[in-house]
């Protein structure tokens, strides 16, 4: 990756060039990380529900976007619906980048833990709490499933559950040693401690390809020992009509075995 692209902290962090945005200041002890590239109403409509339910009072949010040209990164907009800050990814990259900086906010700004959730309308905004209460806990990864008791697993396209069910979920659990259900639901919490061990170091842009950073830390914090739990969620697709996702089903497939072949490499893995 070409140096005018990056923000070089130190040696262990580096990030995509960036601009933040603080929209209010820190009311709560975890971070809401929303990931968004164009969303649209699904974007809106989620914001609506995230604040009919009050989500606010647990943990505040921020928008980490992929420079979005619909609006979805309108500053006037999100005040309306009680979001905390902004940050734009101006460099070339994917949502593994745009999570990496939401996750270091959290880490420079002295939250306890980062909440993540698309910003498509997929996901039961209910799991929020369940998340936050698990992070009280002492969990340091909590993650979302449709599959555990209590979860909902609605229209998920047939290729994609058979691919995590028979290929995804199998390989993630011999690598990481804990017995995941449901592990490519981006909806999951992280203790921020995980995000300043040495031995993970999150923050190497140009390291993780599109949803890679998630993937790694799925299989890298229990193998170090972190404690780890499920808790079930809901996950809904739409009957008909177009899926919500920038995941084509077959590259999609594809990129995970990439992934899932990078992990058992060490690929991803810090040099130092």
Known sequence: MQKEYMEIKDKRIIL????LYRITEKKNKYLICIPVLNEGKKFINQL????????????DIIICDGGSTD????????KKY???????RKSPGHMSDQLMLGYYYALE???KGTITIDGNGKDGIDGIFKM???????YSL???????KGGMAINTPKLREVAIKLI??????????????????????????????????????GTFPTYALIHYLTVKIPQLGYKVTEVPVLRQYPAKGKIPTKISPIKGNIDLIKILWKMFRKEYDPKE
């Open 16 to 19: 995509p060039k960036h601009e």
């Open 48 to 59: 609506k529900k995230m604040k009919e339910l009050r989500v606010n009072a647990v943990a």
């Open 71 to 78: 609006g979805s990164a309108d500053i006037e907009m999100l």
């Open 82 to 88: 009680g979001i905390s800050a902004l940050v734009i």
């Open 109 to 111: 700004n002295g939250y």
């Open 132 to 138: 936050a209460e698990a992070l009280d806990k002492g």
């Open 142 to 148: 909590i993650q979302g499933s449709r599959y555990v």
């Open 168 to 205: 995804h979920v199998p390989v993630v659990n011999t690598l990481s040693g804990f017995k995941y259900t449901d592990t490519t639901n981006g909806f999951r919490a992280h203790n921020i401690e995980v995000f300043k061990d040495k031995r993970i170091q999150p923050f190497r842009y």
